[in-house]
Each structure stands twice: as structure tokens, then as C-alpha cells.
């Protein structure tokens, strides 16, 4: 693609590569966890250019997902701002998502947004550390937060309930 970038985006005239439609979907993300892309989060699968075509490939984090037909609408209105009409998300539920999908910037962005990161899904007990004070001490309140990919904990050390984004 012959594209330039004009305000922070492609101006695209003509259709674009996998990896320029990947660089304009970094502006979706997770209506849940909003400080994280869709790439960061592993759900991002594929980018298929088929002609005049895009077919964008994603694996939702639970198959029930309530966030999933906004994230599809959002890929679809991104890269309609980008002037590509012919956009199809294809949902895939195999393989399954798992953690193990999210890049270390996005267990680092968790974090940072007060959620304590995965730890490795084959754990038996999983290491859950406080966002606020890295403590390793913290008790499970209740299997679901907000949304089902996320448990309630309280950290035993400042005090502080939070929640724990869990390996998959």
C-alpha cells in the first residue's frame, strides 16, 4: 500500500497489507479493559487481504463474551475510517484463547490499571500479586468480577480489593 500518514492515520489509497490493517486496529480495544488493544490482548488472530477484501480473524477471551459484537464493530468501523469498505471478522473458537496470547505489555498495562496480571495457566495455585503493593498475599472474594474472565481478591497486605485477570 501506498499509504502516508496524515493526523495519526493512513490515508490509504489503495487496499492495505495484513500488517498496515494490523497497525490500524491497535485502536481497538477491549470495551472492558480499555488500555488494552486487541493485539496486546491475544485476540487478535489473523488479517486476511482478499482482493478489495479484509477478513479479520479474532478468538474472544470466553466464548460468551458480552464485549464481543462491540469489538467486532469497532474492527469494522476502524478500518471503515481507513477507507476499507469490505470488512468481515470472522470469530474463531478454536484453539481456545488462552493468557498465554497476551504480550508481557499487556500483563504490564494490567497492572498498571489495577488489575493483577495471569499467571502461568498450568499453575496449580496461581501466584496473584496485588497491583498496588506487589504483595504476594491475597484472598479470593469471589470467583467473578465485572466480567467473567476476571475473580475479586483483596490484598492482605494494604487492604485493598482488586481484581485478578485469570489464566486461561
Known sequence: MDGTFASGSFMVTDIATPTEIRAMLDA?????????????IGILRDVVVDGDSVVV??????????ALAVMEEDIVSALESHGIGDVRVEVRHSPVWTTEWMTDEAKRKLVDF????????????????????SSDGATKVSEFSSTACKSLWVCTSCGEPFDYFKAA
Not at 34 to 40: G, K, N, Y
Not at 57 to 66: D, E, Q, R, V
Open 114 to 133: 489495577g488489575i493483577a496480571a495471569p499467571d502461568s495457566p498450568l499453575a496449580v495455585v496461581p501466584e496473584v500479586l496485588c497491583p498496588r503493593c
Open 57 to 66: 480473524a479474532i478468538t474472544p477471551t470466553y466464548s460468551g463474551c458480552p
Open 28 to 40: 481497538v480495544v477491549d470495551p472492558d479493559i480499555p488500555v488494552l488493544s486487541i493485539a496486546d
